[in-house]
């Protein structure tokens, strides 16, 4: 089952070590406690110290299981320049100890609730290591002195476009720089509605950027043919009528951000243009998440639209 998951395909590593993940939540949910927890974790429980044979096999399992994201790992920390104390190793381990653990709460809760909870930590604890890495444990001096941005050699030349009227509607907050990892919470909230709202256009989603002087909006939502009949809580919004640069983005939507710095600080400098920004809390770039995108693994058609001039 996981030889053939479809993370196995994406071309980067750490996407596949996310998305490893997210897939380990994926199949939680309608399944039997003893379909998802696992046989080996509960046996070497209760025979470790008295059958050295069965706990000798039951490490063979779970380390053998390991290895298979050791690899991706270890491929991750060498394309990211990651040089820190803990091994690839050490964290395809700590991965699987973490699991293990919320297949106990699982077992104890007697729903696979906490286990998803469990999951969602273990992937943000991950992104950190990768995409933020904690003093002594930075990316490599000659990576840096290099002036090469992880991610930035990926980013693909963009298409121009048109943009139409559209109007769009969905849940937004408010954020800054120190808040913004709340998004995908947003966008859990969001996915609940998906396909039950009134009016929808398609199966598209788009999640909306509306910069101010003192942080961004975010909107997660959908095109609608009218505002008559959305939930409580909805916010409206209608997209103007811009000429765009349209960047593909290849991987997780856990890099996106990465695309987008690439965007702002690499591309938009050597163009021969600017951002289109309206005023101060307008509808500014914004995430286009195509009918192809797969929201269990994280990845598929994803584009960011930039307004220009």
Known sequence: MFASAPYRELPDPLDRVLAYLDFRKAILPGRPLSDFTCLVGTMVQEVY????????????????????????????????????????????????????????????????????????????????????????????????????????????APRFEDGRPMLLAGLRGEYTMATMREIPALWQR??????????????????????????????????????????????????????????????????????????EHEWLPRSQHSFALGTPGAPGFFERYGESFDPEVGAGDVEVWVPIR
């Open 49 to 156: 110290d008295t059958n050295p044979s069965i706990r000798e096999a039951c490490d063979r399992s779970i380390s053998g299981h390991a290895a298979t994201v050791e690899a991706d790992i270890a491929d991750a920390m060498q394309k990211y320049g990651i040089v820190a104390e803990w091994t690839a190793q050490s964290l395809a381990l700590y991965m699987q100890a973490t699991l293990q653990g919320a297949f106990i709460l699982a077992k104890a809760k007697g729903g696979p609730e906490i286990a998803a909870a469990c999951i969602d930590h273990l992937h943000r604890y991950i992104e950190m290591l990768f995409l933020n890495p904690i003093p002594g444990e930075h990316f490599m001096t000659e990576v840096r002195q290099q002036g090469v941005k992880p991610g930035s050699e990926e980013l693909e």
């Open 190 to 263: 969001f996915a609940a509605y998906l396909g039950k709202i009134p009016g929808q256009v398609r199966r598209v989603a788009y999640g909306v950027c509306f910069p101010s002087s003192e942080g961004f909006g975010y909107m997660a939502g959908v095109e609608v043919r009218s505002a008559e009949g959305l939930p409580e809580g909805f916010s409206v919004v209608t997209m103007p009528v811009e000429r765009y640069a349209v960047f593909k983005h290849r991987g997780h939507v856990s890099k996106l951000s990465e695309t987008c710095r690439a965007i």
